[in-house]
């Protein structure tokens, strides 16, 4: 695992989000309004669990997000929370799908874990969703980025 995975989604942006049916890489400092979440910490593992008819949120390991862009697919609705890069296999998987991004206009500064500074992320973020999560999210983030339609 990289040193950032294990940041949290930040207050503000939970807040904002809908609630969901899981969050499969959560971890217990999680302020996600999910119905179920996986946790490393209890030795669960979000990727083998059926994420099949749920509504999923995602703030994937920053240093794995492949397997997780993979499972996407699995459920009936979703919203990832990842770095804005247009050159990996990962994006391509989720935006192959009807989808709508969210870049976000400033850097997110994730919540880190006790012991550890926070600092805002390196890279741009931004949500891929697929548009049923887009308009359960309606303009909850209005001001924060623009949404761009993938299809």
């Known amino acids: 695992m990289g040193y950032r995975d294990g940041y949290c989604t930040p207050r503000w942006i939970t807040r904002r989000l809908p609630w ?3 969050d499969p890489a959560s971890n217990p400092r999680s302020t996600v309004k999910a119905r179920r979440s996986c946790m490393l ?3 669960e593992n979000g990727l083998l669990v059926s994420w099949r008819g749920l509504s999923i949120f995602c703030n994937p390991p920053f240093s794995d997000v492949a397997p997780f862009a993979e499972k ?3 459920a009936e609705s979703f919203c990832f929370l990842v770095n804005v890069d ?3 296999r990962w994006r391509r998987r989720l935006t192959m799908f009807p989808s709508f991004t969210f870049p976000f206009y400033s850097r997110i500064e994730f919540e880190a874990p006790e ?3 926070t ?3 390196d890279s741009p ?3 891929i969703c697929d548009p049923a999560f887009r308009e359960r999210i309606g303009d909850a983030f209005k001001g924060y980025g623009e949404w761009w339609k993938n299809f």
Do not use: M, Y
């Open 20 to 22: 969901v049916d899981l």
């Open 41 to 43: 910490e209890r030795g």
């Open 72 to 74: 996407a697919s699995e």
């Open 86 to 88: 247009v050159s990996t």
């Open 115 to 117: 012991g550890i500074e």
């Open 119 to 121: 600092s805002r992320n």
């Open 125 to 127: 973020q931004e949500f």
